[in-house]
């Protein structure tokens, strides 16, 4: 965490004795009225100083203002420590504390699903939406955060929810549902269980005719503007979800906004340990992620920090197919890494422990399937058989689309 200078405390409403919050916030603006009680910036960070009791109130307060909370850190407790080594004190420290948030850990045997319906979907307002990919990238992928405050909707990570976009199909039928994996975990981007986020890639291609065209949906959520309110269905998916195991090995192979629902698992595993008291994420989790160009590295900094505060237990590969090339000369695939690291990967694979997921475009899945195919035949072993065996075991999740 930064300095701690320029605290704003709320001391005349704690409680004394009452455990306290230190809230690190950004992009507080003072449009829209400050209806906080203490004066805000412009620019750079805010901390607040935030009793247990507030805690709620002050997180729903600060996403109206349209600031972002990036750090909360227990008064007195210093989390900036590696998971592998602050597991038992943070299980310590939570045996005998309530949890941050008033979020309650959902058990893996109550998973949601299809709590509200197309017929009568929940209407959320979109807090946020920006762009994720950067200067020289190729096409436009939005981060959006939803408000679920108003309602029930409640998910888990590896989930998806269903969008309907407004107005009719060329039929003059209302518009079927877009299914979108969750980005962000079951607390939410604003750690208060109300919000849900997703990772969308505007569909843009050219047709038979030469003439560009925009998906419906996607173009729809890229264009949406803050509290415009949106239509949404779900939660559903029961083939992406994290296994309980804290010591689990996560293999995670994604292209493009196929690492929507893996910012929701690495999320989960290394930035929200105080809001999980019952998951102290101690295993590997390895990302191996396909993207065109390192401007289209989606969440690049957040990926990267973890990576460097939890070398124990994230790597972090990248698979830049228009910038990296392989021995062989050709372009870098998600697939080649697969072949480069197909020793480890086999090694890893037949541990009872190790859980491989595989996201994103539909073209992914027959290439890997190949590699897969060859490197376990080098070791006379059937890649059909093994899979079938995974699929069985819940160790081989595919979702692509
Ligand atoms: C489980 C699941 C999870 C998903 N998660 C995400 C996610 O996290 N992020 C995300 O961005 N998307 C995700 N999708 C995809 C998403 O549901 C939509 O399909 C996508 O946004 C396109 O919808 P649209 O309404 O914009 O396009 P539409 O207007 O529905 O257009 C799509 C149609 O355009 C045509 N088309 C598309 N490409 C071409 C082409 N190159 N040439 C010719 N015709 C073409 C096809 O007929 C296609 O059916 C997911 C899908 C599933 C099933």
């Known amino acids: 965490m930064g300095t701690t200078q320029g605290v704003k405390t709320f001391a005349n409403n704690s409680k004394i004795g009452e455990r306290c919050f230190l809230f690190e916030v950004v992009g507080i603006s003072a449009q829209g009225g400050n209806s906080l009680n203490y004066p805000i910036r412009q620019s750079g960070n805010t901390f607040i100083s935030v009793p247990y009791s507030r805690m709620n109130q002050e997180m729903r307060r600060i996403n109206r203002l349209g600031g972002k909370i990036i750090n909360i850190t227990p008064v007195g407790i210093d989390t900036a420590v590696a998971a592998s080594s602050s597991n038992s004190q943070n299980k310590s420290n939570s045996s005998n504390s309530k949890p941050m948030t008033q979020a309650k850990e959902k058990k893996k045997t109550n998973i949601p699903v299809n709590i509200y319906k197309p017929k009568n979907p929940y209407k959320g307002k979109c807090l946020e ?16 955060t939803f408000d679920l405050s108003e309602g029930d909707l409640r998910y888990l990570e590896g989930q998806s929810i269903g969008i309907i976009p407004p107005g009719t199909d060329d039929k003059g039928k209302p518009h079927k549902l877009r299914l979108y994996s969750i980005a962000s975990t079951r607390h939410g981007d604003t750690l208060d269980d109300e919000t849900v986020s997703l990772c969308v890639r505007q569909l843009e291609y050219q047709n038979e005719q030469g003439e560009t065209v925009y998906g419906v949906c996607s173009t729809y959520l890229c264009n ?56 102290q994420f101690k295993g590997l989790a390895w990302l191996i992620f396909g993207i065109p160009y390192t401007a289209n590295i989606l969440y690049k900094d957040d990926l990267e920090k973890m990576a460097a505060d939890y070398p124990d237990n994230f790597r972090l590969t990248y698979a830049i197919s228009r910038e990296q090339k392989t021995d ?6 998600v697939q080649s890494r697969v072949s480069e690291y197909a020793d480890e990967l086999f090694e890893m694979i037949q541990k009872p422990k190790t859980h491989v997921y ?13 590699t897969f195919t060859a490197e376990a035949e080098k070791r006379g072993m059937n890649w059909d058989d093994l899979r079938k065996q995974m699929k069985k075991e819940h160790r081989w999740h595919v979702e692509v689309y």
């Open 358 to 370: 595989m996201c994103g475009l539909k073209g992914m899945e027959p290439p890997i399937s190949e």
């Open 129 to 144: 939406n920006y762009e994720l990919v950067a200067e020289g990238g190729s096409g436009t992928v939005r981060h959006l």
């Open 328 to 333: 062989e000369g050709s372009k870098m695939y």
């Open 224 to 279: 949406l503007s803050v509290d415009e309110d949106v239509a949404i269905t779900g939660p559903v998916g029961k083939e992406m979800l994290l296994p309980d195991d804290e010591d689990a090995t996560i293999v995670m192979l994604a292209t493009g906004t196929g690492i929507a629902p893996f910012r929701a698992f690495l999320w989960r595993m290394f930035k929200e340990q105080e809001q999980n008291p019952d998951y």
